[in-house]
T-cell receptor
Protein backbone atom coordinates (compact mmCIF):
# COMPACT_ATOMS: atom_id res chain seq x y z
CA UNK A 1 0.00 0.00 0.00
CA UNK A 2 1.13 3.57 -0.45
CA UNK A 3 0.14 5.10 2.84
CA UNK A 4 2.40 6.16 5.63
CA UNK A 5 2.32 4.07 8.74
CA UNK A 6 2.46 5.77 12.11
CA UNK A 7 4.11 4.25 15.14
CA UNK A 8 3.22 3.76 17.93
CA UNK A 9 -0.51 3.27 17.44
CA UNK A 10 -1.15 4.72 20.88
CA UNK A 11 0.94 6.81 23.27
CA UNK A 12 0.15 7.98 26.78
CA UNK A 13 2.33 10.53 28.57
CA UNK A 14 2.23 12.96 31.48
CA UNK A 15 1.72 16.65 30.89
CA UNK A 16 5.04 18.38 30.42
CA UNK A 17 6.75 15.37 28.87
CA UNK A 18 7.78 15.18 25.23
CA UNK A 19 5.89 13.02 22.77
CA UNK A 20 7.51 11.43 19.75
CA UNK A 21 5.65 9.65 16.99
CA UNK A 22 7.05 8.16 13.84
CA UNK A 23 5.91 7.68 10.29
CA UNK A 24 7.35 5.20 7.80
CA UNK A 25 6.48 5.05 4.13
CA UNK A 26 7.31 2.81 1.21
CA UNK A 27 7.92 4.87 -1.92
CA UNK A 28 9.78 8.08 -2.70
CA UNK A 29 7.94 11.25 -1.81
CA UNK A 30 7.97 14.92 -2.70
CA UNK A 31 6.46 16.20 0.53
CA UNK A 32 5.22 14.87 3.82
CA UNK A 33 2.63 16.55 6.00
CA UNK A 34 1.53 16.00 9.58
CA UNK A 35 -2.08 16.53 10.68
CA UNK A 36 -3.87 16.45 14.03
CA UNK A 37 -7.39 15.15 14.59
CA UNK A 38 -9.21 15.90 17.80
CA UNK A 39 -11.93 13.46 18.76
CA UNK A 40 -15.00 13.89 16.59
CA UNK A 41 -13.41 16.59 14.44
CA UNK A 42 -11.78 16.96 11.05
CA UNK A 43 -8.04 16.96 10.51
CA UNK A 44 -6.00 20.10 11.03
CA UNK A 45 -2.75 20.71 9.20
CA UNK A 46 0.32 21.02 11.43
CA UNK A 47 3.40 21.15 9.27
CA UNK A 48 4.75 20.29 5.83
CA UNK A 49 8.28 19.12 5.19
CA UNK A 50 9.69 18.83 1.69
CA UNK A 51 11.86 15.93 0.56
CA UNK A 52 14.96 18.15 0.44
CA UNK A 53 14.49 19.29 4.05
CA UNK A 54 15.71 17.37 7.07
CA UNK A 55 14.10 19.24 9.92
CA UNK A 56 11.40 21.82 10.50
CA UNK A 57 10.09 23.58 13.56
CA UNK A 58 6.79 25.19 14.35
CA UNK A 59 6.27 26.33 17.93
CA UNK A 60 6.49 23.22 20.12
CA UNK A 61 6.55 20.94 17.09
CA UNK A 62 9.67 19.53 15.52
CA UNK A 63 9.52 17.36 12.44
CA UNK A 64 12.39 15.42 10.95
CA UNK A 65 12.60 13.61 7.66
CA UNK A 66 15.06 10.90 6.68
CA UNK A 67 14.45 10.03 3.05
CA UNK A 68 17.12 7.32 3.08
CA UNK A 69 15.17 5.47 5.77
CA UNK A 70 11.81 6.59 4.38
CA UNK A 71 10.75 7.84 7.77
CA UNK A 72 9.67 10.99 9.55
CA UNK A 73 9.16 11.83 13.19
CA UNK A 74 6.99 14.39 14.95
CA UNK A 75 8.15 15.63 18.34
CA UNK A 76 5.83 17.62 20.56
CA UNK A 77 7.75 19.24 23.40
CA UNK A 78 6.33 20.16 26.81
CA UNK A 79 3.04 18.46 26.05
CA UNK A 80 -0.27 19.80 27.30
CA UNK A 81 -3.62 18.12 27.90
CA UNK A 82 -4.91 19.99 24.83
CA UNK A 83 -2.43 18.05 22.68
CA UNK A 84 -4.53 14.92 23.24
CA UNK A 85 -5.53 13.90 19.72
CA UNK A 86 -4.66 11.55 16.88
CA UNK A 87 -1.73 12.50 14.69
CA UNK A 88 -1.46 11.47 11.07
CA UNK A 89 1.30 11.68 8.53
CA UNK A 90 0.40 12.10 4.89
CA UNK A 91 2.74 11.13 2.08
CA UNK A 92 2.54 11.90 -1.62
CA UNK A 93 4.12 9.15 -3.72
CA UNK A 94 2.44 10.43 -6.87
CA UNK A 95 3.09 14.12 -6.31
CA UNK A 96 -0.49 15.29 -6.52
CA UNK A 97 -2.34 13.68 -3.66
CA UNK A 98 -1.75 12.54 -0.14
CA UNK A 99 -2.15 9.14 1.42
CA UNK A 100 -2.82 8.98 5.14
CA UNK A 101 -2.17 6.21 7.64
CA UNK A 102 -4.14 5.15 10.69
CA UNK A 103 -2.52 7.68 12.99
CA UNK A 104 -0.99 7.71 16.45
CA UNK A 105 -3.45 8.29 19.27
CA UNK A 106 -1.80 10.56 21.86
CA UNK A 107 -3.18 10.96 25.37
CA UNK A 108 -1.63 13.61 27.60
CA UNK A 109 -2.53 13.08 31.24
CA UNK A 110 -2.88 16.28 33.29
CA UNK B 1 -17.10 31.50 9.75
CA UNK B 2 -16.80 27.80 8.99
CA UNK B 3 -14.20 27.28 6.27
CA UNK B 4 -15.33 23.81 5.15
CA UNK B 5 -18.81 22.73 6.15
CA UNK B 6 -20.62 19.46 5.67
CA UNK B 7 -24.23 18.44 6.09
CA UNK B 8 -25.54 16.42 7.70
CA UNK B 9 -23.22 15.76 10.62
CA UNK B 10 -24.91 12.43 11.37
CA UNK B 11 -26.76 10.16 8.97
CA UNK B 12 -28.45 6.94 10.03
CA UNK B 13 -30.15 4.94 7.32
CA UNK B 14 -31.22 1.49 6.25
CA UNK B 15 -29.35 -0.77 3.86
CA UNK B 16 -30.38 -0.24 0.27
CA UNK B 17 -31.28 3.42 0.66
CA UNK B 18 -29.77 6.29 -1.33
CA UNK B 19 -28.31 9.26 0.51
CA UNK B 20 -26.33 12.43 -0.17
CA UNK B 21 -23.76 14.38 1.79
CA UNK B 22 -23.13 18.02 0.95
CA UNK B 23 -19.91 19.98 1.28
CA UNK B 24 -19.20 23.67 0.88
CA UNK B 25 -16.01 25.66 1.29
CA UNK B 26 -15.71 29.44 1.55
CA UNK B 27 -11.94 29.60 1.24
CA UNK B 28 -11.88 30.29 -2.48
CA UNK B 29 -10.03 27.03 -3.10
CA UNK B 30 -10.20 25.33 -6.46
CA UNK B 31 -9.63 21.76 -5.30
CA UNK B 32 -11.92 19.63 -3.15
CA UNK B 33 -11.74 16.07 -1.85
CA UNK B 34 -13.79 13.32 -0.30
CA UNK B 35 -12.18 10.97 2.22
CA UNK B 36 -13.54 7.96 4.06
CA UNK B 37 -12.34 7.19 7.59
CA UNK B 38 -13.11 3.72 8.87
CA UNK B 39 -13.51 2.51 12.43
CA UNK B 40 -9.74 1.97 12.73
CA UNK B 41 -9.20 5.62 11.79
CA UNK B 42 -7.66 4.74 8.43
CA UNK B 43 -8.29 7.73 6.19
CA UNK B 44 -8.63 6.91 2.50
CA UNK B 45 -9.03 9.35 -0.35
CA UNK B 46 -12.02 8.69 -2.58
CA UNK B 47 -12.28 11.56 -5.04
CA UNK B 48 -10.74 14.88 -5.88
CA UNK B 49 -12.10 17.70 -8.03
CA UNK B 50 -10.23 20.66 -9.41
CA UNK B 51 -12.34 23.50 -10.79
CA UNK B 52 -15.34 21.16 -11.06
CA UNK B 53 -13.37 18.50 -12.93
CA UNK B 54 -12.72 15.06 -11.52
CA UNK B 55 -8.98 14.52 -11.18
CA UNK B 56 -8.69 11.68 -8.68
CA UNK B 57 -11.00 8.70 -8.63
CA UNK B 58 -9.62 6.00 -6.39
CA UNK B 59 -10.96 2.47 -6.41
CA UNK B 60 -14.40 3.25 -5.11
CA UNK B 61 -17.62 1.36 -5.93
CA UNK B 62 -19.60 3.13 -8.62
CA UNK B 63 -22.45 3.39 -6.11
CA UNK B 64 -20.54 6.49 -4.98
CA UNK B 65 -20.97 9.46 -7.28
CA UNK B 66 -19.48 12.86 -6.55
CA UNK B 67 -20.93 15.99 -8.08
CA UNK B 68 -19.38 19.44 -8.15
CA UNK B 69 -21.89 22.10 -9.26
CA UNK B 70 -19.26 24.81 -8.77
CA UNK B 71 -15.79 24.96 -7.31
CA UNK B 72 -17.10 25.81 -3.83
CA UNK B 73 -19.30 22.73 -3.57
CA UNK B 74 -18.64 19.00 -3.77
CA UNK B 75 -21.47 16.65 -2.95
CA UNK B 76 -21.35 12.89 -2.52
CA UNK B 77 -24.27 10.70 -3.48
CA UNK B 78 -24.33 7.07 -2.42
CA UNK B 79 -26.73 4.57 -3.96
CA UNK B 80 -27.85 1.24 -2.51
CA UNK B 81 -26.11 1.73 0.81
CA UNK B 82 -24.35 -1.27 2.33
CA UNK B 83 -23.28 -2.05 5.88
CA UNK B 84 -19.64 -1.57 4.89
CA UNK B 85 -20.34 2.02 3.91
CA UNK B 86 -20.65 2.91 7.59
CA UNK B 87 -17.80 5.33 8.29
CA UNK B 88 -17.01 8.99 8.77
CA UNK B 89 -16.81 10.89 5.49
CA UNK B 90 -14.66 14.00 5.34
CA UNK B 91 -14.67 16.72 2.78
CA UNK B 92 -11.52 18.79 2.34
CA UNK B 93 -10.28 21.58 0.14
CA UNK B 94 -6.93 23.03 -0.90
CA UNK B 95 -5.60 25.88 -2.96
CA UNK B 96 -4.32 23.89 -5.91
CA UNK B 97 -3.66 20.23 -6.55
CA UNK B 98 -0.01 20.00 -5.60
CA UNK B 99 1.04 17.96 -2.60
CA UNK B 100 2.67 21.02 -1.05
CA UNK B 101 -0.79 22.46 -0.45
CA UNK B 102 -2.35 22.31 2.97
CA UNK B 103 -5.72 20.60 3.05
CA UNK B 104 -8.56 22.05 5.10
CA UNK B 105 -10.99 19.47 6.41
CA UNK B 106 -14.65 19.70 7.24
CA UNK B 107 -16.04 18.34 10.53
CA UNK B 108 -17.07 15.03 9.01
CA UNK B 109 -20.34 13.18 8.42
CA UNK B 110 -20.82 10.02 10.44
CA UNK B 111 -22.80 7.58 8.30
CA UNK B 112 -24.35 4.57 9.97
CA UNK B 113 -26.01 1.95 7.78
CA UNK B 114 -28.32 -0.43 9.62
Amino acid sequence: SQQGEEDPQALSIQEGENATMNCSYKTSINNLQWYRQNSGRGLVHLILIRSNEREKHSGRLRVTLDTSKKSSSLLITASRAADTASYFCATDPTGNQFYFGTGTSLTVIP
Amino acid sequence: DTAVSQTPKYLVTQMGNDKSIKCEQNLGHDTMYWYKQDSKKFLKIMFSYNNKELIINETVPNRFSPKSPDKAHLNLHINSLELGDSAVYFCASSDGTGSYNEQFFGPGTRLTVL
